[in-house]
């Protein structure tokens, strides 16, 4: 009887250890494709990195979730990061000032490749050592038809820098660029809900300029396009006045600023801070906006009830 059963698990024995053999096998062969390393400026190019690279990249984030940017100070890390790095994506139009002196000193030889290429850059005055000047506004994330076109720049980077994956990256690129013009019809109708008196929002600085001029909503801030920069007295007055005149109800602070001013904002203008918007940073992975889309889930969530004072 134990002789008959031994013959009996045999077969069974040697499709089993030919199955496990296979699989061994496939693991080694997709093991044995090296990842492409991709340092990310920050964490909204990181993801989409993520989204179009898939396995064949390992992704470094310079500023990662709830980092801000505008006043980001570079580790030594981040230049040993970047000098090993296959390829380093960047915002552009003025977004990383920092980023240019880093990759100079990494003396790296990857290639640089800027998301924003080919997006019309929105022009704004700025205030500043006392004149206005006119300035490049670098969010351009925030439009989600710009945000296809940043996933097609880091398609073709990425496709470059390792052909062996192109038909990959371009795929994976394709199929986010339909989400992205899924999600962009949603916020439109989304917004097509709220009367267009109603579409005022203050925020921390002024980062959704993008947004406002795509979806038909109006932003106002007291701080400039980059957190650095400081309201006049007579500014933040001004903006208390507006709340108060217009009755806006849609005030936000964002993930990365001090909340304090526009607090004290809200509180003297009689409105209350409904929230907490993300506009330059995701939140880290247990948070509302772990992903790009995610990003614009929450913060479309979050504003349609607030203007319309629900």
Known sequence: MR??????????????GGTLAHRSARAQTASSTPRLDVVASFSILGDMVRQIGGDRVAVRTLVGPGGDSHTYQPRPSDAAAIRSAGLVVRNGLGFEPWLDRLVRSSATKAPIATASQGVTPRKMAEEGHGHSHEATDPHAWQDLRNGQAYAGNIAEALATADPGGADLYRRNAAAFRDRLAGLDAWVREQIATVPEERRIVVTSHDAFGYFGAAYGVR???PQGMSTESEPSAAQVAAL?????????TAVFIESMTNPALLERLARDAGAKVQGELFSDSLSPADGPAATYEAM????????VPA????
Do not use: D, K, T, Y
């Open 3 to 16: 002789r008959r059963s031994a013959l009996l698990l045999a077969p069974a024995l040697l499709s089993l």
């Open 219 to 221: 932003f106002e801030a």
């Open 240 to 248: 208390i006045r507006q709340v108060r005149a217009r009755h806006v």
């Open 296 to 303: 614009f889930r929450h913060n479309v969530g979050l504003l």
């Open 307 to 310: 203007m319309r004072g629900a």
